[in-house]
Every structure is written in C-alpha cells, then in structure tokens.
C-alpha cells in the first residue's frame, strides 16, 4: 500500500480517498503536456507487465499508444427497457470515436440505473434513490481501479446525474458530463392534445374516480375509459429521451449545466436531434481541454457553481428531488451547502417558467426559443446568475452563452422577471414540530401559499394507493395524507409517490395536501411536502401523527406542524417503538444500514 495512505488511517476523521501514484502537474514531452497523468502508473517501463498485456489485447494499438496515449473513460448509464437511456450506447459510441480522434484511448462501460416511471407505485421504486450511490460506486471504481486519466458521463434517468457528479468528485479526474436529453412530446388522439408521463398517472386519478372522458370540444365523446387509457399509454413516450417536462432528470440536467461542467446548451438539447450527436463529439476536445489545463471537477463544484444551480432550479420551477441531490453533491465534493441555502436562494430567485409539472409546456419547446442558455442569458443579465464561474470548455459561463440568442420577445414559455408566475421560489424548506429537521414542499402558488386540515395517517405508500383505488378519500373538508415509514431507512429506498399525488390531481381532489417522509417524483405538483425529518423509522414526530390531528403547511411562515403539544407528542413517543425492518439482507439492507437523513443529501458515506 501506498505510505501515504497508511498514514491517513491514524490521522482525524475529514473526508479522504486513495492517493494515487501519478505524473506531477505540468510534465511534458516534446514541449506538450502529458496528458496520461495516472495510466502512466501501469504503462511506463516495465512495472506492470501483466496490465500491458491485458491492455493491448484490449485494443491498445501499439507500443507509442501504451507509452504516451491518455486513458479516457466513457461512462454510460445505458440499458435496454428504458427510453431515457436506451440510447446512450449508442451516444457512447460517438464518444469513444471522438476521444480516440483525439489522439487517446477510449474505454467504453456503462453503469445500472432504475426506471423511476416504470417502478412507481411499486417496490421497485425502493431501489431508486440507492441507485444513485450504486453509479456514483461504479464509476468512481472503474476510473480509480483501471487508472483512467479522464471521464466523460452519459447520464438519462433522475438518479444518474448526481450519481455522475458525485462520482467525478469523488476520484476528481479531468471530467465532463453529457446529458441523454429529453424526449419529444406525445399526442393523444383520443383527448386530442399533446400528453406526456405524467398524463399516465394523473389519467389514472380520473380513471379511479370515474372521471376520466373525452374532451367537450365537439368531437368524439364515444370512447370508454379503458380506450381512453390505451391511448394515452401507447402514445406518451414517443421514443428516446428522459421525461419532458421540468421532472427531476430535466432539472438536474439544467442546474449542472448552470455548473459549468457540461457543454453549452446540453439539458435542453433533445434526444434524438442531430445536435445531441454533435455535442457528443464536441465533449472530446473540451475534455482534452480540461486535461492540458488541468481543470478538475472540485474545481467547478465551488459555492458559487451550487449557487447557480439552485437560482436555475427556482427559475424553472424544478423538482424537489433537486434538493436532496444538490446536499449529496456538495457533501462529497466538500462544499458547504444546506437545507438554510435553499431557502435562501428561494427567498431571492422569482418562479417564471411555464413548464409542466404545474404548467403547459416541456423541454423540446423551450429548446425551440433558445433553450437554457438563452434563460441564462436572463438571469445573467438581471444579476441573479453567477456568469463569471469557470467550465469544461475552459471558458467562462457567461462566455459559453454568449453566443446563443435572448429570448425572443414574443414567446410565452419564459415570463419577464417583473412579472413572474411567483415572486419567490417554488421550492421551500419547511421546520416544525412535525419536521423539526426539515422538510421540502413544492408549492408553485397556484394552490395557494397556506394549506391547513386534518391528518389522516398511512403507514407506507401502498396502504394510500388502496384508499384511493377504493375511492375512499373524498371531496369536502381538507385532508391531509400524511404517509411515512417511507424515509431512506424505513422505506426503505426513500420512494417516490408520484402515483398517489397524481392520482389525486387527476380526481381534482383539491381538498387535499400530502405530506410525506418519503420524496415525491418531478412530476408531482399540488400542495406537496416530501423530505419530512427525522424520518418515522428512527422516531421523528411524523411517526405519532394521529388521525384527526390538525397538520399547518405554510410557504408563508416556512412551517410544518401539528396543533399537538410538546408535552404530549413526548407521552406518545414513550409509547412509540421502531417497527420491525422490512429487509436484513442485500443491498436495500445494506442502503438502509448506511444511509443518512434526507436533510444531508441521503448519503450513504457519512461516518
């Protein structure tokens, strides 16, 4: 083992990793730099014979490229079953033939990723936020353990951005991230509109609670509910490409190209374009870049770069998911950041953007205006975005959009600063007696800035879905759903439940706010509030929420509560104990064992 790391096992607890043995900064040859800073550990003189081999019968040309070539790592989180990331093979491909243009070698892998439309509902959705750890792991293994000098990563789904980022971080190698895109609007020629993911689960609402019809527009009004939902089903997703609308995947997308450490224009740039494909082979010579200047990922992830992404997320109207990840990349990248910044930049960042979840259009039309360097012309402009932080093309942000046009003056996506859809952001951090660490609602204003009414309880996500297909929450006096035992421990997974607040938009059952220690899908809207902690399975308040108890959920006054006393949420705690673990074995026990509280990013390597 190397002596240095040795040493680090006697030294205080701080965040550290291997060293690697490596090039010193600045070494040339020939008067250029060497580029092959950390492979040239396996491929100078002699020292590693056995790797040599194995590196040209995997395809190292010869002696010169084993001697001088750099090792690039081109990590896609591809697989089959899943439009959001069916495709980014393929985009690998571009890639790798790019990089090797390049003058260097190029290794193709690719990590796992979950479905998050696919398993909501269900226990597979238990296995989506720990994927986020399980790509972070997997890049991070293969860059260290086969001396990669650089990465380049092809994300599509929610969790495989800051699984990225986390990732590049962590082994902070020259690296860069190329997002997947978003795919194209779908069309229902049944309800004769344009309908995407989030139609499935809010259709299915109005299915439940024998709404769901053709429009009264004079057209056919023929078609049962059952025809109604085929269509929609057959036509939401037209192909390749994450979710369309401001959902997790588009947000993410956005806050870390307002990071810097994408190329300009990269979360709005669709799928399938041909401009996703040129982008690809751009990323090689700005990862070259990187590499000459030595330009690492813990150099663009500063406060100010998570600044940026929280002023793009509060403008757009993004995803609560954000919040947790945004904590999880700041935490391993040693950034100071916490649930008080959020609200912070909430406070100060107006809400104009009218994207679905809670508005009309999606990321292929504001792709069409501009996109979101064109939005961050905007807020460049009007001081509330930092322009001036560096990039992975070596330029400034606000040198990467200068380029691109403002918005035109007659588009309707973007409203003007002065008149926003909220003069705040959407996204606000809640604390009370109910959530005394902290809790993450979305509320758009649309619904309003102050939800109060009656709780009534449900011990995991499933146990409210069966109220709901049973018709059992009703119009009428306000209710509000407070569903735990679905935090990162107890859930375990920390599920999301876009099924269930879907459901209820979908049935118009406005009388009702949900509240959970569970998070809810980029899709959700309504009066939402996800994050809740400490969770129920280690005892948090949430757990001795009783039915009928009177739950206050304010934007106004940022609070979470319940009109129950401290004295006697203390006499039902004493009455309180931990139900019994839902798994003691694989890699959902080990999440559970290892994972912090949403408040701190849902981190699993904080000890």
Request: aromatic fraction near 6%; charged fraction near 20%.
């Amino acid at each position: 083992m190397d002596p240095s790391n040795l040493k680090k096992q006697s030294e205080p607890e701080e965040p550290r990793f291997l060293d690697f043995p490596h090039l010193p900064d600045n070494t040339t040859l020939h008067g250029k730099p060497r580029l092959n800073k950390f492979s040239s550990t396996l491929t100078k003189d002699h020292d590693f014979p056995g790797a040599q081999a194995m590196l040209y019968a995997a395809g190292v040309p010869n002696r010169d490229a084993m001697k001088n070539s750099p090792h690039v790592g081109v990590a896609s989180v591809w697989w089959e079953g899943n439009p959001c990331n069916m495709h980014l093979l393929d985009l690998g491909r571009t890639v790798k033939n790019a990089v090797e243009k390049q003058d260097m070698l190029a290794w193709q892998y690719n990590t796992i990723g979950v479905s998050d439309a696919i398993t909501m509902g269900g226990e597979g959705m238990r296995f989506s936020l720990q994927s986020r750890e399980i790509i972070a792991d997997s890049i991070e293994t293969v860059t260290c353990a086969q001396h990669h000098d650089a990465c380049i990563t092809l994300p599509g789904c929610d969790k495989n951005m800051p699984g990225c980022v986390m990732a590049m971080a962590r082994h902070n190698r020259p690296s860069l991230m190329i997002y997947g895109g978003a795919i194209a609007v779908g069309y229902s020629n049944l309800l004769r509109k344009p309908i995407n993911i989030s139609t499935c689960y809010e259709a299915h609402g109005a299915y439940l609670y024998n709404s769901l019809e053709q429009p009264a527009d004079g057209g056919d009004k023929t078609k049962t509910k059952d025809e109604i939902m085929d269509d929609i089903e057959q036509h939401a997703c037209p192909g390749a490409g994450a979710c369309g609308g401001m959902y997790t995947a588009n947000t993410m997308a956005s806050a870390i190209e307002s990071m810097g450490l994408t190329l300009p224009g990269s979360s709005s740039t669709p799928a399938t374009s041909p401009a996703k494909m040129r982008e690809c082979v751009k990323a090689a010579a700005a990862l070259r870049i990187c590499m000459e200047r030595n330009i690492k990922p813990r150099d663009l992830l500063t406060k100010r770069s998570f600044e940026n992404a929280m002023v793009i997320t509060m403008a757009l109207g993004g995803s609560t998911n954000s919040v947790v990840h945004f904590l999880a990349m700041a935490g391993t990248a040693g950034v100071p950041l916490t649930i008080d910044d959020i609200q912070r930049v909430s406070n100060k960042v107006p809400f104009i953007a009218d994207l679905a979840p809670s508005g009309k259009y999606f990321m292929a039309d504001l792709y069409e205006i501009g996109g979101v360097p064109s939005v961050q012309k905007l807020l460049v402009a009007a001081g509330l975005l930092d322009g001036d932080i560096l990039t992975v093309t070596g330029k400034t942000l606000a040198q990467n959009i200068e380029s691109f046009p403002s918005l035109p003056q007659d588009q309707v996506i973007i409203r003007p600063l002065s008149n926003p859809i909220k003069s705040s952001g959407h996204l606000q951090i809640l604390k009370g007696n109910l959530a005394p660490g902290g809790a993450v609602a979305k509320i758009t204003g649309k619904e309003g800035t102050k939800f109060i009414g009656k709780a009534r309880v449900f011990d995991k996500e499933e146990k409210l879905d069966a109220a709901l297909n049973r018709g059992e929450i009703k119009h009428g006096e306000n209710l509000v759903l407070v569903v735990r035992y679905e935090g990162p421990k107890g859930g375990p997974g920390m599920p999301e439940q876009l099924k269930a607040s879907a459901a209820l938009m979908g049935a118009k059952l406005t009388n009702v706010a949900l509240v959970t220690d569970g998070r809810y899908s980029g899709a959700s809207h309504g009066f939402i509030v996800g994050h809740v902690v400490p969770e129920a399975a280690v005892g948090g308040p949430i757990a001795v929420v009783r039915d009928g108890d009177v739950v206050t959920i304010s934007a106004d006054t940022n609070e979470l509560s319940m009109n129950v006393s401290e004295a006697e949420i203390a006499e039902r705690m004493r009455g309180w104990r931990a139900p019994r673990k839902m798994v003691t074995r694989g890699v959902l026990a080990k999440y559970a064992h290892l994972v912090g509280d949403a408040s701190h990013g849902a981190m699993t390597d904080l000890f």
